[in-house]
């Protein structure tokens, strides 16, 4: 919105038309932008590689890790030579990761209560992507998410 100008008097000078539509271009120039910018994709499978020195107290969550993120909003995480993963639904809004598992041999669904449900802040690198917990009460998840940069494979 363009401020007012006011004579020495009080009384108000009529608005500059050029000023008017030169902020009102700027606006809209900005607007357009920002509409038109494409969000990040995040689907596709990544890899993950956690030495025993990065992760001390899970010896157990050493090794590479894939993780497949698909168009229609799935994503499964397995250790390659290891245990056979997990399946989760995830959303990607900004730069917001929510992850919802709901099955396989290491997810964090224990005694009912949801542990498998998870916020994380995605920056995409030329590599992969980094992430950073936000909420995760899992803690082997929590523990081994963030510890290494995911490594785009396809």
């Not at 919105?1 to 038309?17: I, K, N, V, W």
């Not at 357009?32 to 001390?56: M, T």
Request: glycine share 10%; charged share 25%; with cysteine.
């Amino acid at each position: 919105m363009l401020a007012a100008t006011f004579r020495h008097d009080g009384s108000r000078l009529a608005a500059d038309p050029v000023r008017r539509a030169t902020a009102g271009f700027a606006l809209f120039v900005g607007m357009l932008l920002i509409g038109c910018s494409k969000p990040q994709e995040i689907s596709g499978r990544y890899i993950e590689h956690i030495d025993a020195r990065d992760n001390p107290p899970w010896r157990d969550l050493i090794g590479d890790f894939e993780f497949v993120f698909t168009h229609d909003g799935e994503m499964t995480v397995r250790q390659i030579g290891g245990w056979q993963g997990i399946r989760a639904h995830y959303r990607l809004q900004g730069d917001l990761l929510t992850i919802s598992e709901y099955g396989g041999t290491s997810s964090c669904r224990e005694s009912g209560l949801d542990l498998a449900s998870a916020l994380y802040r995605v920056r995409f690198t030329s590599e992969g992507l980094l992430l950073q917990v936000l909420r995760d009460e899992c803690r082997g998840r929590r523990e081994a998410m963030p510890l290494r940069p995911f490594r785009r494979v396809d």
